[in-house]
């Protein structure tokens, strides 16, 4: 039945799963208000070199991820839709990466079907999928050219060694275009011991200037633009997306050397509870060469983003693979000998915490009024997704043996519905681009658009369709495309405020969206002009300022 159903039931879990909800909800700061909106940028510039983020030098990260989600757009329209698919893409490819890997390495149907499965419902994975950002496509890359040197070291001809080889050099350069030099380090930290391992450094160097040279001649074309283009673009995103995030005391998001340790286990839920008998059973056969390749996959990667000063959880998406099959292993086989404890206790340990957060949402409801009484149908879902957790996990429980699978429909549940059940506060706090929806065609007819917030600000130069919002006592990300001369006249301050206004609503109308959560934010507002119209939805507030002679 798995033989012959597994993938169709996988395609079908991708769509209801991954592809329906990408509508259902609003962008997330600051990340997909960014990513949407630079590669619209690209898209209506016609500059597919180098990467601008509201009309300023944004080089963080290479081109080669905005480029998929530009492509999106292209392809999808300007929506959510067209901005989410190539995360859901990337993590669809993956998930057939664990699949092909899988038969590989133990032509099991039954492994094959749980390592793609467990894969997809680990919720990081299945969270990242819905979310426009970097990572899923990195992660891809990162997944495709550690697939790509386990059938090249499988393979026993040279034909399919030069084809796997050349595979592996085409995903390196393709991750190098998406995240940097990354791309190239892992599978190194990979290959290099596991061939020394197996005493076949031999052919490592025989066929290694065979992937070098395919990565070299896939990135340089975009390598040697972007410095014709932007000569400060190497010097700026090796120093300071390269070393000083990896070993600066400043460095961005500083996290202890143990921060992924508990990450990993979240990250792999709803099966954390298996990660004991995974990891024992790996290590008791990690004499055998997938195995021990699975495990090299695994904790290397991990070691090295450990390392590293600047942390964020979605760095260690490139371990979950190899997590996955290990634990598709165990799983599989614990199915087969009979030895459903570790399952049953997973899924009672997955109902517990459902239960509890059900008890929660219940007392908060009744004590804070979380949901108010025009969101019953955001209330009902929330509901809807702890019960359907529970449930799915209780099956697992009572009968570990012939539902060991249940638990994905549970995060199944979570991925599709959790968005549309999130409250007003959320919605209004973490999606500015909904409200800005609501008065896209008041903010499109303005000549002049100014921003107190970069989450909202870059909302709204992706829903008006204009890079040109003038910032308002806010930089952040932008500190450095904000040093050169030219962008000087978009920064505002408070003391500058009110001459900007002025001479902006001689020219025109002016649109203003304004955070307004502190106390130094409602100074800000205090010091605009009292006309106008207002709109205010939480704490967001949208400003229409007519012109003035």
């Given amino acids: ?33 960014r990513y949407a909106q630079i590669s619209q940028e690209m898209l209506h510039s016609g500059d597919w070199v180098s990467p601008h983020f509201m009309g300023l030098r944004y080089f963080e990260k290479p081109i080669a991820g905005y480029w998929m989600i530009a492509i999106g757009q292209a392809i999808f329209g300007e929506n959510l839709f067209g901005v989410r698919i190539a995360s859901a893409l990337s993590t669809g490819l993956s998930v057939w990466l664990a699949f092909l890997i899988a038969r590989r390495l133990w032509n099991d149907p039954r492994k094959s079907f749980a390592a793609a499965l467990l894969y997809m419902s680990f919720g990081l994975v299945a969270g990242q999928a819905g979310y426009s950002n970097i990572d899923p496509q990195f992660t891809f890359w990162v997944n495709l050219s550690l697939v790509a040197l386990w059938f090249a070291l499988d393979n026993r001809t040279v034909r399919g060694k030069l084809g796997a ?37 031999g052919e490592l160097l025989r066929y290694g200037p065979l992937a070098l040279v395919v990565a070299i001649v896939i990135s340089l074309p ?3 633009a972007i410095h014709n283009h932007e000569p400060d673009f190497w010097r700026f995103f090796f120093w300071n997306e390269h070393i000083r995030r990896f ?3 400043d460095a961005q998001h500083t996290r202890p050397w143990w921060f ?13 509870a298996l990660l004991p008998s995974t990891l024992v059973q790996a290590w008791k056969s990690k004499a055998q060469a997938g195995t021990g390749f699975l495990l090299l996959w695994l904790l290397l990667p991990l070691a090295i983003f450990s390392m590293s000063k600047g942390k964020l959880p979605t760095y260690i998406m490139p371990c979950l693979l190899p997590l996955a099959l290990l634990m598709a292993n165990t799983v599989i086989d614990k199915v087969n000998q009979g030895s459903g404890r570790a399952i049953r206790v997973n899924g009672l340990l997955n ?46 429980a009572m009968r570990p043996l012939m539902f060991w699978a249940m638990p994905a429909l549970g995060i199944g549940l979570l991925v599709a519905l959790l968005p549309a059940a999130m409250p007003a506060t959320v919605i209004n706090s973490r999606m500015p681009d909904q409200f800005i929806a609501d008065h896209v065609q008041e903010l499109s007819e303005t000549s002049s658009l100014l921003s107190n917030d970069l989450g909202a600000a870059s909302a709204l130069a992706w829903r008006v369709k204009r890079p040109q919002v003038d910032l308002y006592n806010t930089v952040g990300e932008l500190e450095y495309g ?5 962008a000087q006249p978009r920064k505002v301050d408070m003391d500058g405020v009110q001459q900007w206004m002025t001479e902006a609503r001689k020219k025109g109308s002016v649109g203003v969206v304004m955070q307004v959560s502190s106390v130094v934010e409602e100074q800000e507002v205090e010091l605009l002009p009292i006309d106008g119209k207002r709109y205010r939805r939480g704490n967001l507030y949208i400003l229409i300022f007519p012109k003035q002679p």
């Fill in 1 to 33: 039945m798995i033989k012959r159903w597994g993938l169709p039931c996988l395609l079908l879990a991708f769509g209801l799963f991954y592809l329906l909800p990408l509508m259902n909800h609003g962008l997330w700061v600051p990340d997909e208000p």
């Fill in 165 to 201: 080889w050349s595979l592996l050099g085409f995903a390196c350069g393709m991750g190098f275009m998406t995240k940097g030099f990354l791309a190239w380090l892992l599978p190194v930290v990979v290959a290099v011991p596991y061939m020394i391992w197996q005493k076949r450094f």
């Fill in 222 to 224: 975009w390598a040697l």
């Fill in 247 to 249: 070993s600066a005391a």
């Fill in 260 to 272: 992924f340790g508990p990450i990993m286990v979240v990250s792999c839920l709803p099966w954390a």
């Fill in 351 to 396: 109902a517990a915490m459902a239960c509890a957060a059900l008890i929660g949402l219940i007392y908060l409801q009744f004590t804070r009024e979380l949901f108010e009484n025009t969101e019953m149908i955001a209330e009902s879902l929330g509901f809807i997704v702890l019960v359907g957790w529970i449930l799915a996990n209780a099956l697992q």
């Fill in 482 to 486: 904000m040093s050169f001369p030219e």
